[in-house]
Structures are given as C-alpha cells and as structure tokens.
C-alpha cells in the first residue's frame, strides 16, 4: 500500500519560516519525481516545487528564492523549507509522487497570518 504522509504544517507569522516534511511507503522512492503542491481555499491546486529522480528542482514563480526543496532516498523523504513566508502562502499543502503511477498525500494545513 502506498502512502504520503505530510506533516510540519502549522500557524506562522509572516516572515517565518517552516518545513514541511513528506514521508513515503510502498514505492521504491529512488525512481519517483517528487513534489508539493498546494490548494488555497477557492482555488485549484497549483504546483509548487519538484524535484526529479536526478535532483532537478522546478519551482513556481510565485515561491523562488524563497522555498527550498530537497530529497532523501535513504529516508523516503522529500522537504520543503519554506523561508519569508507570506499569507498568500495559506493554503494545504500536498506531497505529490509521479513516476510509474501518480499519488497524492493527504495534506497539511498551512496558514500564515499574524
């Protein structure tokens, strides 16, 4: 059975920071692209940031410079540092695993208000 468990979410004030975590089963995890995605309310899911088999980072326009991603094959994780957060950043955020299939973690809730 696969999973995606996120977890690090939380209540920050803006210009914190936060690292959101995913941690991932039943897949050899070496040959999955990984990523995060985020859904604010009223909005569509939208890409955040991957990271390839190879290490490749993408990011959306809307987050360089200020989120991070990274994997550990070791570990079966994937992370997401988020830096200068801001409250356009509110939303769930999803770990995303897409290479033989496509899966979808259950989320973590991410608000940033003061």
């Known amino acids: 059975q696969v999973q995606l468990v996120e977890s690090g979410g939380g209540l920050v004030q803006p210009v914190g920071s936060l690292r959101l975590s995913c941690a991932a089963s039943?897949?050899?995890?070496?040959?999955?692209?990984m990523g995060w995605y985020r859904q604010a309310p009223g909005k569509q899911r939208e890409l955040v940031a991957t990271i390839s088999r190879g290490s490749r980072t993408n990011f959306a326009d809307s987050v360089k410079g200020r989120f991070t991603i990274s994997r550990d094959n070791a570990k079966n994780r994937v992370y997401l540092q988020m830096n200068s957060l801001k409250p356009e950043d509110t939303a769930v955020y999803y770990c995303?695993?897409?290479?033989?299939?496509?899966?979808w973690g259950q989320g973590t809730q991410v608000t940033v208000s003061s």
């Open positions: 995303n695993a897409n290479g033989l299939r496509n899966y």
């Open positions: 039943g897949i050899v995890f070496s040959t999955y692209d």
